[in-house]
């Protein structure tokens, strides 16, 4: 099974540690980047720890949960080769990596409660790339980065 990199900042860090327990009950391999405690921290720090996994290949795909996932989904779509969605729902979750092959989900922890991302996450994971009118479309994406 591929690995999950997921990291969070001081208010996504609880809602952290719930989804790594959920991982771990799904006997999902998990390269947890903290960060361990409520110490307050910057976001873009534990957004790249995750990029950096995925682009480098330790891990398939990345978590990252901040308060509201949206500085964590700027951020990592910064990175060349990173797609990331801030998911509210399990069919914005489902259909970001059916469309868009996303390779990282974003979560809001003080937006989208315990029970909810971990059906988010679950959705997340299951969900595989389609192909087909959807490659040439993220191919474009990978184009509009190399005009940067
Ligand atoms: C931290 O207070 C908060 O700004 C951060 O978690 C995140 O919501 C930023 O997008």
Same mark, same amino acid.
């Given at each position: 099974m591929a690995t999950i990199a997921i990291a969070a900042d001081h208010a996504g860090v609880a809602l952290k540690a719930e989804l790594v327990a959920e991982l771990a009950k799904l006997g999902q391999p998990t390269l947890?980047?903290?960060? $361990? &405690?409520? $110490?307050s921290v910057d976001y873009p720090d534990y957004a790249t720890k995750v990029t950096a996994a995925v682009t480098d290949k330790r891990a398939s795909l990345g978590i990252l949960i901040c308060g509201t996932g949206t500085g964590m989904a700027i951020t990592a779509n910064k990175v060349h080769g990173i797609r990331a969605a801030l998911s509210r729902s399990e069919f914005e979750a489902r259909m970001a990596v059916q469309h %868009? &092959?996303? %390779?990282v989900l974003c979560l809001g922890a003080r937006v989208t409660g315990g029970a909810l991302a971990i059906e988010i996450m679950k959705a997340f994971l299951a969900a595989s790339f389609e192909g087909g009118r959807h490659a040439k479309r993220v191919e474009k994406i990978t184009q509009v980065e190399a005009q940067r």
């Open positions: 947890d980047l903290g960060p $361990s &405690d409520t $110490s %868009n &092959d996303a %390779n």
